[in-house]
Each structure stands twice: as structure tokens, then as C-alpha cells.
């Protein structure tokens, strides 16, 4: 196993790579970020479609584990990491960006980090959570960065017909509008996931288990995913 100096330095010398390529090279011939094993554990992993109720059922998993749940967390703990504002940061957040935006998005902004810091600060959130274990981590494509073995990842999808009608009552919007944001946030994550660590969200040997929100309510999937956990890491300490 790498050593936190040592791997602190790993990050840095490949994510400047990266950076310096991803300013020479087509988008398709840019390096994957490098993955260090670092296992720690155990730990829950929730990519979600966006009004599939991930969410919820990510707080019922917390909830019935007695464990912490990650998610707007996540953004805060980097912004204050790395002196941001978190509305700088959140531009990043699960947001796939062009080279030519990150640039000017640094000269307009005083105290814009730029992409590739960002990275380097949501790694080394996402493996600190890790190693403390006991976490519900939502989205960052934190299954694709943290060792399969540390834990459970988990994929939550459901029928379109039914995200529109999560979106339209969220925000109000019509038909047409609510359907917009859908595929706008669908393409966006996908892209955030190919972008940083060349996978498509979508390839299901990416995750341990794929859950339908369009055929299970919140607590039957929250059972579901702590069986399944329980399963592959052994048993796990479930709050009373």
C-alpha cells in the first residue's frame, strides 16, 4: 500500500500530467487519472440518476446503518480545503469541463481553483471518507476511484416517466421542461464520469448492485442494499 506522502505526491505529478496534456491532446487521447489501492472500508457507494430518489434511499441506508452520509458534504469539506467559495467550487462538482472554460473560468474569477485541483482535493475527501469507514458516499464516481473490496457500490436508476414526475413536482416546471433537466443532468454526469475517469456510468460491472427505484419503494431498496453489503464485506452494524 502507498503511504500518504508518497501517494499525496503520486496525485499531484499525475494530475499536472494531466493538466499539461489535456492542453495539448484531442479529448479522447487524454490519460486516465491514476488510482493508488488504498481499500479502507467499509463503505457504501450510490451513483444516481437524477429524481430516482437516490438520494432517500442513500439517507435510509445511513439510517438504518447508523452510518454517515457524503453528499453535499463532500463539496463543502473541498471548498474549505482548498479556501473557495462553494459556489466556485460547486461549478466543478460532477461537472464535466473543457479546457477552454476551466481557463477563462480562472482568469474571470479570483479564487477559481480550476479543474484539476479540484480533482486532486475530491480524491483526497473521497479516500479520507474511505478510510474511516462506515460512510454512504453519493455520486463523485466514487466507484470507479475507491477499491471494489472496501465496500458496496451501488447504481440506483428508475423509469423516465417517473424521474419527469419527481422533477415537475420539485420545480414546478411543465412536461417539456422537467425532461430538459433530465437529459441535461443524464448527459452531464455521464460525461463528468468519461471525462475524469474514462468509464461510462452506464457499464454495469462498475457496480455490485443496480437497483430500480420503478419497482421498489425507498425502505424494500434500503433492505436490499445492506443485505447485499452484508454479503460482500461481512457482516455490518446495523442502528437499533
Request: net charge neutral; hydrophobic share 45%.
Amino acid at each position: 500500500m502507498v503511504h500518504r506522502p508518497d501517494l499525496e505526491h503520486i496525485i499531484e505529478r499525475q494530475i499536472s500530467v494531466w493538466d499539461t496534456r489535456a492542453r495539448l491532446q484531442p479529448e479522447a487521447e487524454q490519460p486516465q487519472l491514476l488510482r493508488p489501492r488504498r481499500v479502507g472500508g467499509p463503505w457504501v457507494t450510490i451513483s444516481t440518476e437524477l429524481g430516482s430518489s437516490g438520494v432517500e434511499l442513500a439517507e435510509a441506508v445511513g439510517t438504518r446503518l447508523g452510518w454517515q452520509v457524503f453528499n453535499k458534504q463532500i463539496l463543502e469539506a473541498i471548498a474549505e480545503k482548498m479556501n473557495a467559495r462553494e459556489l466556485i467550487v460547486s461549478r466543478l462538482d460532477e461537472h464535466a469541463i473543457g479546457r477552454l472554460q476551466d481557463y477563462f473560468a480562472q482568469l474571470l474569477v479570483f479564487d477559481d481553483p480550476g479543474q484539476p485541483a479540484y480533482l486532486l482535493e475530491m480524491m483526497r475527501v473521497l479516500w479520507a471518507i474511505a478510510r474511516k469507514g462506515q460512510a454512504v458516499i453519493v455520486g463523485r464516481g466514487a466507484n470507479w476511484l475507491l477499491e471494489a473490496e472496501g465496500g458496496l457500490r451501488v447504481r440506483v436508476i428508475a423509469p423516465f416517466e417517473k424521474r419527469v414526475k419527481w422533477m415537475m413536482g420539485k420545480e414546478t416546471l411543465s412536461i417539456a421542461d422537467a425532461e430538459r433537466r433530465l437529459h441535461e443532468s443524464d448527459v452531464d454526469r455521464a460525461a463528468f464520469i468519461r471525462q475524469v475517469f474514462r468509464q461510462s456510468i452506464d457499464e454495469p460491472l462498475g457496480y455490485d448492485l443496480i437497483v430500480n427505484m420503478g419497482t421498489l419503494d425507498v425502505p424494500a431498496a434500503a433492505e436490499t442494499v445492506v443485505a447485499a453489503l452484508s454479503q460482500k464485506v461481512g457482516q455490518t452494524p446495523v442502528a437499533r
